[in-house]
T-cell receptor, first 115, second 117 residues
Framework: ETGVTQTPRHLVMGMTNKKSLKCEQH?????MYWYKQSAKKPLELMFV???????ENNSVPSRFSPECPNSSHLFLHLHTLQPEDSALYLC??????????????FGPGTRLTVL | AQKITQTQPGMFVQEKEAVTLDCTYD???????LFWYKQPSSGEMIFLIY??????QNATEGRYSLNFQKARKSANLVISASQLGDSAMYFC??????????????FGTGTLLAVQP
């Protein structure tokens, strides 16, 4: 595997379900990110992790719970979601959190549908 | 507040022609970075090109070039010799200043490009 991978690619869940999204980066990066992409809206940054520590939480509802057990893996645990949470969830990583030029590499995303 | 504006929801271009995708930004920072990403229907965001605010020359990467006009706060993407595989959503993004605590990207709403044979 190369780059950033995400599983599952598609997920359909009910509002009472609990599920987890997984992201893995094979680039040796130190920072990882979760984004939400809803239809006709800009990408929204949800969480930022640097060296396994959460450095930003952009007022995301508590029904989304991130976990970063090591610098290569990032999870997004989901519970009691709402239909408006249906979106494409993108994971990204970058070499460092802050530098003069810091490209983010994205995974293919998980298409989530909440029924 | 920092903001990225992409005013073209959709664009058509003939194969082998050049196309310009517009992007304007708003920031009070002196140091910032501008990115363009491509998102095909598969969903993955693919990095295309980067322009730093202090870079004096326009960035180029193969068929992609960035028309950076700092005074007008615009960073348009130019794709030369369009190919059918260029059909995708294109996002302009801006990174906070170098001294910021977080490498945060702010994205525009995107432009859907359709390349016609």
């Amino acid at each position: 595997e190369t780059g950033v991978t995400q599983t599952p690619r598609h997920l359909v869940m009910g509002m009472t379900n609990k599920k987890s999204l997984k992201c893995e980066q094979h680039l040796g990066h130190n920072a990882m990110y979760w984004y939400k992409q809803s239809a006709k809206k800009p990408l929204e940054l949800m969480f930022v992790y640097s060296l396994e520590e959460r450095v930003e939480n952009n007022s995301v509802p508590s029904r989304f719970s991130p976990e970063c057990p090591n610098s290569s893996h990032l999870f997004l645990h989901l519970h009691t979601l709402q239909p408006e949470d249906s979106a494409l969830y993108l994971c990204a990583s970058s070499q460092e959190l802050v530098s003069s030029y810091n490209e983010q590499f994205f995974g293919p995303g998980t298409r989530l549908t909440v029924l | 507040a920092q903001k990225i504006t992409q005013t073209q929801p959709g664009m058509f271009v003939q194969e082998k022609e050049a196309v310009t995708l517009d992007c304007t930004y708003d920031t009070s920072d002196q140091s910032y970075g501008l990115f363009w990403y491509k998102q095909p229907s598969s969903g993955e965001m693919i990095f295309l090109i980067y322009q730093g605010s202090y870079d004096e020359q326009n960035a180029t990467e193969g068929r992609y070039s960035l028309n950076f006009q700092k005074a007008r706060k615009s960073a348009n993407l130019v794709i030369s010799a369009s190919q059918l595989g260029d059909s995708a959503m294109y996002f302009c993004a801006m990174r906070e200043s170098y001294g910021g605590a977080t490498n945060k990207l702010i994205f525009g709403t995107g432009t859907l490009l359709a390349v016609q044979p």
